[in-house]
Each structure stands twice: as C-alpha cells, then as structure tokens.
C-alpha cells in the first residue's frame, strides 16, 4: 500500500525536527511532499536546499486546510498522511498507524496519541520533564502493542486517511483552520455523517511542540481566528457541532434493569459483578418472601414492587419504563459478569456510538466441570432506552429489536443457585385451562418444559403442533426435532426417535448436536458402524452462523471423539480409538473419562496418535 505524506510548514524551527524525525523513523518507500504555508519567510529558503523534498507553495493568505488539500492533489498514495510541522514521529509510527487500518478494516481514518490533543488522543502522565515524558509514553505504547480504540473525532495535528474517504468527503473546508481545530470537528463529523469509523492507535505516540503562534504573543489572534471559525462551524451545520461531538465523546449512560424474586442466594453476586459499571439499578420485585428487597437496597434506592402476573413480559417492560439513561441493561439475579467480561463492559459504554440501537452478548449458560463452557446462545443485552423496544410473551420472553445491532464478544454467565423448576410449566398449563390458543413460540416452549418435566408423551405432543406451525422460527425447529427424539428414544421408540432427528436435516444442513444424537441410538442399540457415521460427521461440520443458534459446545468439539474412542475399540480397533480419545483430550484434557481411557490403553501397551 502505497503512502503519501503531506507536511503542512508553517516555522522553520519546527519543520527541520518534524522533517528530520519522518526521515529518521519512516522506512522506504514512501511520498513526501511539504506545503509552505507561507508564514515563515525562512521556509522557503529551507525548502530550497532540499532539493529531494517535493514542494507545493500555497497562499499565504489562505488557509491552512487549503494547503492540505493541494498537498493531497500532488499525491498518489493509499493512505494520506496529514501532519503539521510542529509534530514529531517516532520509530514505528507509520507501522503501528497503517497497522491500526489493517486491523481495522471499517476504520477510515486513525491518528497517534500525544502530549497534546483531546480526549483519547492526549496521553495523560505525571512527569516533571517532557524527556521524561517521553521515555514513559514509549512504555505505554510498547505495553499496548496493537491496541486501538474507536473513537468520533481525531486531532488533525497529525491525521491517516484513506485516499478513496478523503476523496469521498471532498477533502478538508477551506473556510476553515487547522490550528483553531474546528476543521477537525468538521471533517470528522462530515465523516461520521457518512458512516466511517475513527481509532486511535493505542501504541503510535508523537511529540508536539508548543507552535510558536501560541507563544509569541499571538494569542489574541488565534482566539479571533477560533471565534470566526466557530460562527463559520455554525452557520454550515446550524447547530453545535462541537457539542455534538464532545457529548458523542462521552461514555453512554446505562440503566441496569431487573426483575427479581426471593433471590437472595443470588443477587447480591449479580450486582456486585456489574454495580460500579452503570450509572443507574433498577430493581423491580415479584413479591419475594426473603431478604431479596433487603439486599436490592443495598445496592440502588430504585427498589420498586410489582404484582406478579404470571406474566415475564409485564415485569420487565415496568422495569423498562422506569429508566432513565440512554441505555438499559438487562440481567437475571443468577447472571453475572466475570472479571475479564466487567472490563470489557467498562470499554463498551466508554466506545459505544450513539446511533447502536442494541448490542447482542454471548450468554454462556452451562459448564463442565473445568469451567469450559458446554451451552451458550446470544441475547440482545444492551438497547437505547429510546427506542422504547418491549419485551414479548409471558414466559421464555424475548425483547424485540429492530435497527443497528452490535454483537459483541462480552459474555454473561448464567450461574443458577436455586430454580423455582415447576413455575414456568404450571404457568402453561394455567392459560391451557383457560382455553389460550399458543403461538409457535410458546408452543416450542411449552414443549421444552414439559421435556425437562419427563413428561414425554405430552412433550412429543407439543414438539409436534409447533413443528407443524407456519410460523416456528427455524433454529427453534432443528431443536425442535432433537428434543422430541429423546423424548422418543426414552420411550424406547428409536426407530421414530430416529427420523424425527433427521427431519431437522430438511431445515438446515446437519448440525453437530443432532449428529451426536444419532451417534448415540445407534450406540445403544451396539449399531457402531452406523454410530461411527454420525460422529465423524459431528467433527466434519462448520458451525453455523446464525446468533439466535443454541450451540452445544461438546457436540462440536470433544464429545463425537470420545464416542469414537469407544465405536473403534468395541468393534477392536484400539489404535483408532486411541487416537480419537488424545484429540478429545485436546479440547478437555481433564476429562475424568479420557484419563481413565488413557489408563486402558496404556495398559494394552499402544503408543502413538493415529486417528482415522
């Protein structure tokens, strides 16, 4: 990728370091060429001398944004490098900067941090020298090596684009400054406009001297220059742009809100992972019997009741309306954040731009007994509370959203203390009685519990009307299709458990759950050949893509391996088995099972890895 490297000179003294510090620190190849701004008459005859400097004068009554754009029009390279001359690089600025792009694919533009410069850009340490200074920054960017932050605006004191954005936003407003930074706000705000996104790279730091402008006793006009450009800024865009961005610059403000009853083995762990990470709790109470509401009020005043319905989706909209911040949070009593996902958490609302209507989270709801998570699904986690998005159905309720959704890679960990197992099922039943009529949703649902319950026969029942149901949602109908064959197989019907697995076949291609299932029929009947079928395809599969997936992590990692272990060695194939049984070890090398397979084998006096 070809660079080009625009500096804007305006001070002699200035431009020899700046120039000297990109030779010095940028490596081959790479396009140079200086605007003279015009306001130093040393300038020019400095720029005379070097003849290998590509030169563009400029209008030294115009503006410093104009000099830039003629500058970029003298230019061929991928990447623009706008830098003033009162900037100095360092060893490995353009890499750590061009890297940031690379990394970054949806970045239009990124910039360094700095001693000087705003919000994340500025590089705040307590040192009395700046020799100091710059011997810590150097330990602050080496200790953040490929760390970038998404940002709304960047300081154009030293500025990379990318030619096609720059060309796209018709470069920089010639009827604006560079040194009064309100061209900065308007070519980053006309950028975001567009739908660009802004880093700063956490590991490039520079040196900005102080410009002599500021002093020499030029104060007064670079505050009336300031003022111009600001009335200028306001007359284009009608309104406060500046403000716009600042309050952009800010982390978003989140409401946490839950509902909660006879919780107090778990609350109290729920919001202590998340307390001190958002701005406002609200709690809304079912009717505990306990210390719940005692320990809610440890935590927030927002403490409210609200009489229990038989209906999740009543609770949770209450809990909804009494926000207050730009976003909501949602949380079960028995969820919690982890260390690592609380410090994500804290990143996010620092980085979150306004215009995401809601984040999706990995919600990890079962473990084994190494801690690796064994289930996990997304959730919609995090929504602008303007939106005003409501909570559907009365039990397994689902919070519909529409608009910008950012997935993101923050899990919440379901970590359940106590379980009220026979709520969600007699709450089904009570509006059977009274004659509802189920959608596919909670027909689905209504199955799940009853297959939980045991109760078979009428599992199989439901799982069969919400197939049969136009309007089932399809990783709902693959699931579908393998819970109803358990239910079948505990009946000790497999040839019908069988085919009501393959018919999740016909609504998307095999997944590794369902594979694993019928590896396991077939085991129980010794049927190993067919069972070794299943499984080798449980390993053959890509994992699919959609969020709304419930993804059984063993079936897609370690377990059609360990079954093979045991396919291969009860029809006498020891070493296949062997093989099979390491690469499960692999993924779950503590596995009580696999330790005690390796015992076997070792007792059979095999070596090696083979696996077919």
């Known amino acids: 990728m070809k660079v080009s490297i625009i500096v804007m000179a305006r001070h002699v003294s200035e431009l020899k370091q700046c120039i000297a510090s990109i030779e010095l620190y940028t490596p081959s190849p790479f396009e140079l060429v200086v605007v003279n701004g015009g306001a130093d008459r040393d300038v020019a005859q400095w720029l005379e001398k070097r003849s290998h400097l590509q030169v563009v004068a400029a209008d030294p009554k115009g503006s410093a944004t104009r000099g830039f754009n003629l500058g970029a029009a003298q230019t061929s390279g991928d990447l623009l490098v706008f830098i003033q001359d009162h900037v100095l690089v360092a060893e490995h600025w353009l890499k750590c900067l061009a890297g940031c792009l690379d990394n970054h694919p949806e970045a239009a533009m990124v910039g360094p941090i700095s001693n000087h410069g705003r919000g994340r850009q500025r590089l705040s340490l307590q040192c009395e020298t700046i020799q100091q200074f710059d011997t810590m920054a150097r330990a602050y960017v080496t200790s953040h090596a490929g760390e970038a932050v998404p940002v709304i605006s960047l300081y154009t004191h ?3 684009v990318r030619r096609d954005v720059f060309r796209q936003l018709g470069g920089f407003d010639e009827q604006l400054g560079l040194l009064s930074q309100e061209e900065d706000y308007d070519f980053c705000y006309r950028a975001f406009e567009a739908g660009h996104v802004l880093y700063v790279a956490q590991d490039c730091y520079v040196r900005c001297l102080e410009p002599p402008e500021r002093v020499s006793g030029n104060e007064k006009q670079s505050a009336t220059e300031r003022q111009m450009d600001q009335a200028r800024l306001m007359g284009k865009w009608g309104f406060d742009i500046t403000a716009e961005l600042m309050r952009w610059e800010q982390p978003v403000t989140v409401s946490l809100c839950m509902i909660v009853r006879n919780e107090e083995q778990s609350l109290g762990r729920c919001l202590s992972s998340i307390g001190k990470l958002v701005d406002e709790i609200i709690i809304v109470d079912t009717g505990s019997a306990d210390q719940t509401i005692e320990i809610a009020k440890e935590y927030t005043e927002h403490v409210y009741d609200f009489p229990w319905v038989n209906d999740f989706s009543k609770a949770r909209n209450y809990a909804f309306s009494l926000a207050s911040k730009e976003y909501i949070l949602w949380l079960d009593a028995d969820d919690v954040l982890l260390p690592r996902d609380a410090e994500a958490f804290s990143k996010l609302v620092g980085t979150l731009g306004r215009d995401t209507d809601a984040v999706s989270m990995p919600y990890h709801l079962g473990f084994d007994t190494d801690g690796n998570v064994t289930a996990s699904l997304r959730r919609n986690r ?4 303007e939106r005003s998005f409501r909570w559907i159905g009365a039990v397994h309720e689902y919070l519909e959203v529409d608009g910008k959704i950012a997935e993101s890679d923050i899990a919440v960990t379901h970590d359940r203390k106590h379980s009220d197992s026979s709520r969600n099922l007699h709450i089904y039943e009570q509006r059977e009685e009274k004659g509802e009529l189920f959608n596919a949703r909670d027909l689905y649902y209504y199955a799940n519990e009853l297959a939980d319950h ?19 949602v399809r990783e709902n109908k693959i699931n579908a299709c393998g819970r109803a064959g358990d239910a079948l197989h505990a009946l000790g019907r497999t040839d019908e458990a069988k085919k009501k697995v393959m018919q999740s076949f016909a609504y998307s291609l095999p ?9 396991f029929y077939h085991i129980a009947e010794e049927n190993f050949e067919e069972a070794i079928v299943w499984y080798k395809q449980a390993t053959q599969l890509p994992k699919p893509t959609d969020p709304g997936a419930l993804l059984l992590h063993a079936s897609w990692t370690w377990l059609p391996h360990l079954q093979l272990c045991v396919c291969y060695d009860r029809l006498g194939q020891p070493e296949l088995a062997r093989g099979h049984n390491e690469i499960a070890a692999g993924y779950v090398p503590n596995n009580s099972r696999i330790l005690a397979n390796r015992q076997y084998f070792a007792s059979l006096n095999l070596s090696g890895t083979a696996a077919d």
Do not use: M, S, T, W
């Open 158 to 160: 030293l500025l990379v």
């Open 382 to 385: 995090l929504v602008k509370r």
């Open 454 to 472: 045991d109760l078979h026969e009428r599992a199989i029942l439901k799982y069969e009307q919400f197939l049969q149901h136009p309007e089932g």
């Open 511 to 519: 997944r590794a759950e369902n594979c694993c299932r019928l590896g």
